[in-house]
């Protein structure tokens, strides 16, 4: 079904700080986190993640007292300020130098 060769793999993930913009009273920092991958052809692409917190209501088949009515939780969606997995690149290091590059670009650094 699968071999080896088609699978894309996950080489790194790296967490850049926290990212201080006007809006952080309102909507807090930014979040960023960029995952290197390899293709099946060894081309390596980056992918830009946003660490988002949201607040949630758990789904409980029945109340009890001990139980949480809204909970804050941390997720990671991807960013869709620009096309990054089009940068294709020949290395790991080359890919993550395209995705701060251009991260730094899209919030005027």
Same mark, same amino acid.
């Given at each position: 079904? #699968?071999? &080896?060769?088609? $699978?894309?793999? $996950?080489?790194?993930?790296? +967490?850049?700080?926290?990212? +201080? ?5 309102? #909507?807090?920092?930014?979040? #960023? ?17 946003? *660490? ?10 029945? *109340? ?11 997720i990671t969606v991807p960013d869709d300020a620009c096309d990054w ?10 890919? $993550?130098?395209?995705? &701060?590059?251009?991260?730094?670009? &899209?919030?005027?650094?």
């Amino acid at each position: 079904m #699968f071999s &080896l060769g088609d $699978l894309t793999r $996950l080489m790194a993930t790296y +967490e850049l700080p926290e990212i +201080e913009t006007p809006d952080d009273s309102v #909507f807090g920092s930014l979040r #960023f986190v960029v995952q290197i991958l390899r293709l099946p052809n060894d081309i390596y692409i980056p992918r830009v993640l946003r *660490k988002e917190r949201i607040h949630v209501v758990p789904a409980y088949y029945e *109340k009890r007292e001990q139980l949480v009515d809204v909970a804050t939780v941390e997720i990671t969606v991807p960013d869709d300020a620009c096309d990054w997995e089009s940068f294709e690149c020949a290395s790991e290091a080359e890919a $993550l130098q395209r995705a &701060l590059d251009e991260l730094q670009q &899209l919030l005027g650094r």
